[in-house]
Nanobody, 116 residues
């Protein structure tokens, strides 16, 4: 069982910032594409950002210029720096490790709430 451990969610005011972290096993982290997804109530889970083991990065249009994904290979950790947060960013954020459809793992999720 692959365990992805997320941290960093919470309550923040509009315009504020949060940083999410996801710790993965070293055997996973060095090979897999690491990503962040989110799911708001009543909506489907959607990709926020992803970074390959080679450093290639992909962002959803709705976070470009506001969120930054990065990975620290020495710490087996992927981060999501979220700035200029909006109420519509409120969701449960999930860490994902993907290699193939069969080798696709999820964290437990961390709640991000943007509200005044």
């Amino acid at each position: 069982q692959v365990q992805l451990v997320e941290s960093g969610g919470g309550l923040v005011q509009p315009g504020g910032s949060l940083r999410l972290s996801c710790l993965a096993p070293g055997s996973i982290f060095s090979v897999y594409t690491m990503g962040w997804y989110r799911q708001a109530p009543g909506k489907q889970r959607e990709l926020v950002a992803a970074v390959t083991n080679g450093g290639g990065i992909n962002y959803a249009d709705f976070v470009k210029g506001r969120f930054t994904i990065s990975r620290d290979n020495a710490k087996n950790t992927v981060y999501l720096q979220m700035n200029s947060l909006k109420p519509e960013d409120t969701a449960v954020y999930y860490c994902n490790a993907w290699l193939t459809a069969r080798h696709n793992y999820w964290g437990q999720g961390t709640q991000v709430t943007v509200s005044s």
